[in-house]
């Protein structure tokens, strides 16, 4: 991972990295200095976001599915999203939030981390 000083600022590179060992592949994330310096917060939220791909459909049934939101909250979330662009559907710690936006994504959900 390389290193960049930049105004007294650390910036370092974001690396996927794919190691394949006895045949078998996986992707290695690593995490940006801002990324793990945000982690040291108590409280994070999970974003969704609005995007021209998942259903209305597809949406409610993942936060129900893996968040446990009942079908008015669900809907209402969508809702949300569809007519805000956005909107938190989770909070707590990074690593919480963190497992939730690796699920919704393989999902095919629009989602962050703030």
């Given amino acids: 991972m390389q290193s960049v000083f930049e105004n007294s600022h650390i910036s370092l590179n ?3 990295m794919k190691i394949r060992f006895a045949g078998t592949e996986t992707e290695v994330e690593s995490f940006s200095l801002e990324e793990v310096l945000a982690g040291l917060k108590s409280s994070h939220k999970l ?10 459909e597809h949406v409610i049934f993942c936060l129900i599915k893996y968040l446990d939101y009942s079908d008015k909250q669900a ?3 969508a809702w ?3 007519n805000d662009g ?4 989770l909070e707590g710690s990074f690593t ?5 936006r690796k699920i919704l994504k393989q999902e095919g959900l629009t989602v962050s981390v703030e």
């Avoid at 974003?47 to 209305?56: C, P």
């Avoid at 919480?96 to 939730?100: G, I, L, M, N, Q």
């Fill in 47 to 56: 974003i969704l976001w609005n995007d021209e791909v998942n259903t209305f």
């Fill in 96 to 100: 919480e939030v963190e497992v939730y």
């Fill in 14 to 16: 974001l690396a996927l």
């Fill in 80 to 82: 949300t999203v569809h």
């Fill in 86 to 89: 956005k909107c938190a559907v």
């Fill in 75 to 77: 809907e209402r979330i």
